[in-house]
């Protein structure tokens, strides 16, 4: 009976979660007698020494090719992701998961098989011993590397979709852990957040950028509602949300602070920017396959940044309005497969002069941003040494972009869900400009036409009138009669059919001296 009880206890208090006073409590009042104490104390030392033999025995592996994975998974696996193939790698560097090249992954390997000459020492018998030398050596060929390498990719434990990182389109990655960029609280991390880009700054919320405020009251010559707009524009870009579903455009000629802005938050946004190669968008600039390799580089971007177009280039309005949805895209990389991809990316066009829209479409109107740059810069107002006194206040940068991401969500919520972005008239006034200079349905219609209900013109009639006046206008970027009736559509005509063949309602020809053949 002694016996019995010296072993429960002991177990009760060696392995309890309990804490030793609750353990003690319970049996006190059997302890009675003081060899019972002592056997007690005999126990728990055994045990000890026992748990102490069973940590410091050594995992043994077979002399195989699953022993030599199995070696590699448990000396690296806790910081080792693999795609699935022996060329796609990431790895824990203390704040991210880095892609890892396979120069690094053979070093790793390499340091397994080194690593089995260590196991001889501990083995049990002879026999056992010689094995393990032997395979130890058999171990450094390069088909027995590339094989455990090769094996271990595809290991359950490391397995990690590429396409499972950086997910969260509401957080993002920075120095000091992760942003929560619906409410700014700074998160702690460790290896369950899938993250593979970061940037390099620390977050600390509400540290001030003077300098910076300064340069951005500068450059939209303190408008208030502007200042306000780009704040939750570059907050929102921040994101990788794109509900929104827009197309940027900083718009000003000379010395205005846009490249300055724009060059500042790339910097700040680290590796979740990059450069975009304008001809992407530009009509019948590229072929198929280096278009796609082109959007191919922008996965896993949240910000695209592309500048430079002269003042004939058109934009490929179809292209436009897949690189700014929500719909996944399809890349390619350089000479190599194509991939699909869901785009956190926004689009940010730096230019001079805006580029020419071909009868743009409603869907293409409604994605056009055009922020202005009004103010330039000369003399002693130019300061060269600008963008290093900018960067010195990164923290404080990165603090506003992320306060501008906040506002975007507050507004976003507010909104009930129709733009976070709000209303501004600066960048109203610029889109109206944009549009009446290149919106060629809504200049004819404006020139030659007016509404008033109960009349109708024929709608063939419509589209010769149409033709007419382009050529009046020198204009030969003249749309098919289909097109032309879907823009008729879209600005809220109404099409019918008849007797005598299809009409647009509510509308009139208005005679003009202009127009001979109106």
Known sequence: ??????????????????????????????????????????????????????????????????????????????????????????????????????????????????????????????????????????????????????????????????????????????????????????????????????????????????????????????????????????????????????????????????????????????????????????????SDIRSKESVGLLKGSRLAVASEVSSTSKLNTAQVKRLSGDENLIGAKLHGASFTFAPQFKLWLLLNHLPFVREGSNAFWRRAKVVPFAKQFSGDKLDTRLPQKLRAEKEGVLAWLVEGAVEWHQQLNLSKGASGLGECKAVEEQIAIYKYDNDLTSRFLDDCTQQSKGTWIAARELYDSYGNWCRHNDIDNIVTENIFSSRMQERGLKKKRTRAGYIYEDLVAVSSNHYSDF
Request: aromatic fraction near 8%; glycine fraction near 6%.
């Open 1 to 286: 009976m002694d016996a019995i009880l010296i072993r429960q206890i002991t177990r009760a208090r060696t392995q309890t979660t309990l804490p030793a006073f609750a353990v003690w409590r319970v049996f006190l009042c059997l302890l009675s007698e003081s060899h019972i104490l002592a056997a007690i104390n005999k126990e728990m030392i055994l045990d000890n020494q026992q748990s102490i033999r069973t940590e410091s025995q050594p995992t043994s592996y077979p002399c195989t090719d699953v022993g030599n994975m199995e070696r590699f998974v448990a000396q690296h696996g806790s910081y080792l992701r693999s795609g699935g193939t022996a060329t796609t790698w990431h790895k824990w560097d203390g704040k991210r998961w880095k892609p890892s090249s396979t120069a690094d992954i053979f070093n790793l390997a390499l340091a397994t098989v080194s690593s089995i000459k260590d196991e001889v020492h501990t083995a049990k018998a002879s026999a056992e011993a010689a094995e393990l030398h032997r395979w130890a050596t058999i171990s450094q060929g390069e088909a027995r590397i590339k094989s455990m390498v090769n094996m271990a990719s595809k290991h359950e434990s490391l397995l990690v979709s590429p396409e499972a990182f950086d997910t969260d389109r509401m957080k993002i990655n920075c120095n000091n852990g992760i942003i929560n960029l619906k409410t700014g609280e700074l998160l702690t991390r460790d290896t369950s957040d899938l993250v593979s880009k970061i940037i390099d700054i620390d977050y600390i919320p509400g540290t001030p950028a003077p300098r910076f405020n300064a340069f951005i009251a500068d450059i939209f010559d303190d408008d208030k509602g502007l200042m306000g707009w780009v704040k939750r524009a570059l907050g929102y870009t921040l994101t990788g949300s794109v509900e929104e579903q827009c197309l940027m455009f900083g718009l000003g000629s000379g010395a205005n602070g846009k490249s300055t802005l724009l060059e500042l938050i790339y910097y700040i946004m680290g590796d979740y920017s990059t450069l975009m190669d304008l001809d992407t968008l530009l009509a019948e600039k590229k």
